[in-house]
């Protein structure tokens, strides 16, 4: 029996929710950002990763969220057309919001991390009015990610597109992608959080992120298997737990877990391995592969995209992630 049922008949395969972002990612790696001189500009945001990286795999994928009405958010669009992405349902806010910029400081290796401009930004104006049933009716799933339950309207819309995919038979996935910076309290952050999830088919995040929603638990310390089984009381069929370097973990409603290895890479940055592993990894599953055998695409997808300068271009093609499985056939590169 298959965990997870996807339509066939539904045209989209795949919409992304929520962020739509700017990267700008330092060309001087191995160099705090006060001594970086110049950036390359990608696109960014998890949920536009995401997507990018579905349709790179030759997914029919649509976005729905805000961009800013300025260069940024035109960049953002025009890539996004590039890459064979809908953006019938991405609207130009016109409040006078801006285009959230993602820093990112390259230390080194293992050393990455990122410097958040998002003060007043586009993304989170989406408008439970800017979500569409008729789009979300025609895809196979959607993907939601939990920045953008930080604020209001773009919480309200994102409950409003759960609600819908819930209602037509949309399969959910949720990548909690929790930055802090966007949140007020951790109150506030494992409320939200958790009513979301509640709603969803797929939850996906790191342990750390896991640990975040536990936080009015009383839980002594935290345990894989006991996150993932209050999941199962409600919509999710599966929930993965990531664990960086060392793997993750897939546990199903069906009772069976799932130990996903990592591949080696040449690390060039940590970032992007998250937004990778979840395209590979959603791939496989709507592709009606076995649990394993998608964690397997996901975790090759990552080791491809942190062997790379950016997380959006950098994400593959089936063809590529296919060789790097090949490559390593054999070896245990697994943790
Ligand atoms: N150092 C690494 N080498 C190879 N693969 C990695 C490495 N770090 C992460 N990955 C792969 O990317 C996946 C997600 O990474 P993780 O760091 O847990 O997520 P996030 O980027 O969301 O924090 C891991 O399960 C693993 O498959
Ligand atoms: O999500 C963002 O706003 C920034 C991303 O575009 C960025 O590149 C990144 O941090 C990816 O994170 P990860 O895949 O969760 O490691």
């Known amino acids: 029996m298959n965990l997870l049922n996807f339509d066939q008949n539904k045209k989209l395969d ?13 060309n001087e ?33 649509g976005f729905i969220g805000r961009i800013a009405d300025d260069q940024m958010g035109r960049f953002i669009e025009q890539y996004l057309k590039n890459n064979n992405i809908d953006t019938s349902n991405v609207i130009t806010d016109k409040s006078g919001t801006v285009t959230g910029l993602a820093f990112t400081e390259i ?19 989406l408008e439970p009015n800017d979500v569409s049933e008729e789009y979300i009716k025609q895809s196979k799933a959607i993907l939601i990610s939990g920045t953008a339950l930080a604020k209001s309207p773009s919480r309200e819309a994102v409950f409003l597109a759960l609600q819908y995919a819930r209602k037509h038979g949309v399969v959910v996935f949720f990548d909690i992608d929790y930055r802090p910076y966007t949140w007020e309290s951790e ?9 979301a999830a509640e709603k969803c088919d797929v939850i996906i995040g790191t342990r750390e992120e896991f640990d975040m929603m536990e936080k009015m638990e009383l839980y002594d310390k935290s345990d894989d298997w006991i996150t993932a089984k209050k999941w199962f009381d409600y919509n999710a069929k599966i929930v993965v737990i990531k664990h960086g370097a060392e793997g993750s973990i897939a546990y199903a409603k069906d009772g ?80």
């Open 29 to 61: 790696i191995h160099r705090p950002m006060e001594e970086t001189m110049t950036f390359t500009k990608y696109v960014g945001g998890s949920p536009a990763n995401i997507t990018i990286g579905m349709s790179r795999l030759d997914m029919k994928s």
């Open 107 to 125: 230390k080194s290796p293992t050393d990455c991390s990122i410097l958040m401009y998002r003060d007043n930004v586009a993304d989170l104006k």
């Open 187 to 195: 109150q506030e952050t494992a409320t939200y959080y958790n009513l």
């Open 14 to 26: 795949f919409i992304g929710v929520g962020r739509l972002c700017v990267d700008l990612n330092a």
């Open 256 to 335: 069976k877990s799932y130990t996903g290895s990592i591949f080696p890479a040449k690390i060039v940055k940590t970032f992007g391995a998250g937004d990778s592993y979840a395209a590979g990894f959603i791939y496989g599953l709507m592709k009606g592969w076995k649990v394993d055998t998608a964690m397997e695409f996901g975790s090759a997808a990552a080791s491809i995209v942190i062997s790379s300068h950016s997380c959006s271009d950098a994400m593959p093609t089936y063809e590529q992630v296919h060789s790097v499985i090949e490559t390593h056939k054999g070896t245990s590169a697994s943790t």
